[in-house]
Every structure is written in C-alpha cells, then in structure tokens.
C-alpha cells in the first residue's frame, strides 16, 4: 500500500497512461535508485556529476529516449508520456541540476535532427546518442535571454563557410560540451536574420568560463566567447536565416519537460515534509496533528493536483500533434509557482532540518528561481500567452 502523501500517492491517476509507460517508470526508477540517488549530494557539493553517467544513461535508454531509431535513439512504441515520465523520475532524486546537465542533448540536439542536412545528423547524433559525446545550446547572450530574435551573435560568410565572433552566457554544459548548437546573426535585423551553426567547441578562439550559481551546482554552466571562430559550410544547420523556426520549435518540449520536472519536485517537498510531520513531536503531539500544518498539505496537494491536471491535458495535446502555445506557456507559470509554494511550505514545515545541506527540499528550494527563469521567464511567458489569446 502507498504511504499517504508519497511522491506516488501525490501523481493524479492518468488516463493517457498504459503498460509501456508503468514498465518505463519502473526502469527509470531502478536506474536513479542505482546510479544516482546515492550520489547526489556528494555530486552536488562536488559541482560536478561523472562524465561516464552520460553513456549508463544512455544504456537504460534514457538519452535515446524520444530520438529516431536510425540515429541510435529509441522512438519505437514511444511518446510524450514516456519523456515526461523520464523527467519526473529523475526529479525523484530532488537536483535539478542533474537533470540538466545529464539530459542536455534535448535542448542541443533537436535543431540538428529538426533543420540540418542528413550527413550532418549521420555525423553527430549517433555519438551524442549514445552518451560518448556531448552537445550543448547556445542561445542566450549577455544582452537578453527570451528575446532571442535581437541576437548579436554574429557569423560573417566567407567563401568557405562562416567566421563567428560573439559571446553566449548561462550556456548549460558549455564546459564539457564537445559540441555547440550556436544561433547566430547570418542576415539582417530580427527573427529573420538568424541561423543555427554546428561549432566544435575546441575550435582555436573559443574561450569557456564557468560561472557559479545559485542552484544547479553539479550541472555545468558557462560562458562562451566565439572571436574568430571558423566554421565550414556544411555545419550550417538548415538554411541560412532560417534557424528562427527551430529556436521556436524546440521551446515548446522544453517547458513541457520543466513543467513535469517542477510538478515532480513539488510532490518531493510534500513527500519529506509530511515524513517529517508525522514523525516530529511538538507540544504532545505530531506535527502532522496540528491544524495549520495540516492545512498547508492540503494546500500543497491542491495545487499540484491542478497543475498535474493542466500538464497530462497539455501533453495530451502534443502527442495528437497540437502546439498549444498559450497553454504550455500557462503550464509553464503554473507549473513553477506550485513548486515554488511546495518548496516554501515544506521548508517551513521542516523547519531548521529543511535548513541543513543534503535535504532534498533544500536543494529544491535553492532551485526555484532558475526554473521559473529558465526556458522562458514567467512574465515572458505570461506575455506570450496573452498574444496568443488575441491581446
């Protein structure tokens, strides 16, 4: 029987679901059980987690999760379910920054297999897939982060390809990366003037500086210099000038990922605070006897019914094949902020013991605003839903 208030007890049942999804999340659940949770607080004070796990994850299916087969990836019999499923369970282990530093090929990898020529997926794909290479996005710049279509970043054309000068910051593996996915200005002025550019990134004059964070610690974040940078032709991805169709293409699986990823973290908090409230006596009784404790679970438990709602429904409508801008932006909000409130009320709840270093709750805590920043801000998204509603 299922502990009352449990990670699992605290999943709203799915009608989207079946068998292949209930086998995945247990396979998924055995392979964090073993390779990561036991590690995840030594990684994180570490800041840094084994570039060898990339390839066990690529064993258990994890990288190739989603990607077509030809590539090394595993497509057969999947859909969003299964990648949704893959980022609550590794969510289970309470780091985000695990989760983005492991799985950054699905924000590096898509514009290539989405825009690039077929000897250029035949060319990457295949070693990213499998976890012995890794790529990394480079989108935001020191001057904006969502307003991507004022990139300055820019990659001049010669007669043999492009020569790119320019600088790229928060960038997510940029460390470690063996690749970069570079949007650059190859045109004019806005959407219309940029592309995406395959980089090696020990290319002679690129410069790599890490950056330390908030939260996130153990994922690997930098900024990048591109000065000089020479690029051949045939790492263009796509068409010149086109690249802005695949910036906009890849948000949309992204704030669904982090929405699942920030609902998952909300049931976490809930999960090791009612643990530590029907253990933890105060004035005779558990805490978990006290009302306004009480009343905090239900709130808790409220809001992440709702949000696990919205994103089953939202899911539901990309595997039918619809981009529900406005509700995956929405999602995205909603999402963040019940975390946010969870990881708030459960660090109350803990009180000084949610304090303490090597708590999931309070590495949660610690990276709450990242998620409501990254892959779109709240007041970028609530915006963008607002335009698209016809406001």
């Not at 590539?71 to 893959?86: N, P, Q, R």
């Not at 991507?148 to 928060?170: C, M, P, Q, S, W």
Request: hydrophobic share 40%.
């Amino acid at each position: 029987m299922t502990e009352p208030l449990s990670f699992d007890a605290t999943r709203l049942p799915s009608p989207h679901l079946n068998d292949t999804h209930e086998a995945w999340r247990q396979s998924v659940r055995t392979f964090v059980a073993q390779e990561i949770a036991p590690h995840v607080n030594d990684w994180d004070e570490a800041g840094a987690f084994p570039r060898e796990l990339h390839q066990k994850a690529a064993a258990a299916g994890l990288i190739g999760l989603g990607f077509p087969e030809r590539y090394g990836g595993v497509s057969e019999g999947v859909d969003v379910f299964h990648s949704l499923i893959a980022s609550e369970e590794l969510a289970r282990a309470g780091s985000g920054g695990l989760i983005a530093g492991l799985m950054t090929h699905g924000i590096g990898l898509p514009p290539i297999l989405v825009l690039g020529s077929e000897e250029l997926k035949q060319r990457i794909a295949p070693a990213v897939l499998s976890g012995e290479k890794l790529i990394a996005l480079c989108v935001t710049e020191p001057s904006g982060g969502s307003d991507v279509a004022n990139i300055k970043t820019k990659a001049t054309k010669t007669r043999d390809g492009y020569i790119l000068n320019g600088e790229k910051t928060f960038i997510t593996t940029g460390c470690r990366a063996d690749y970069f996915t570079v949007a650059a200005r190859t045109g004019g002025d806005g959407a219309a003037g940029l592309s995406f550019l395959l980089v090696k990134a020990d290319q002679p004059g690129i410069t790599r500086t890490p950056l330390k964070k908030m939260g996130w610690w153990m994922s690997d974040t930098a900024s990048i210099h591109f000065n000089d940078v020479t690029v051949p032709a045939e790492n263009l991805i796509g068409v010149e000038n086109g690249g802005f169709a695949g910036i906009v293409a890849n948000f949309n699986m992204e704030r669904l990922s982090m929405a699942a990823q920030a609902i998952a973290f909300a049931r976490v908090s809930i999960e090791d605070a009612a643990l530590w409230a029907r253990e933890r006596e105060t004035f005779g009784k558990p805490l978990s006897k006290h009302q306004v404790i009480r009343h905090k679970f239900a709130e808790m438990v409220r809001r992440t019914n709702a949000s696990q709602a919205y994103l089953d429904h939202c899911a539901w409508r990309v595997r039918n094949g619809d981009a529900p801008v406005a509700d995956l932006s929405l999602l995205k909000v909603q999402a963040t902020r019940t975390m946010e409130f969870c990881a708030r009320e459960a660090m109350q709840i803990l009180g000084g013991a949610g304090f303490m270093r090597g708590a999931r709750v309070e590495r949660i805590y610690r990276e709450v605003r990242v998620m409501a920043i990254g892959g779109g801000s709240e007041e970028i998204m609530n915006d963008l839903a607002a335009r698209q509603l016809g406001l």
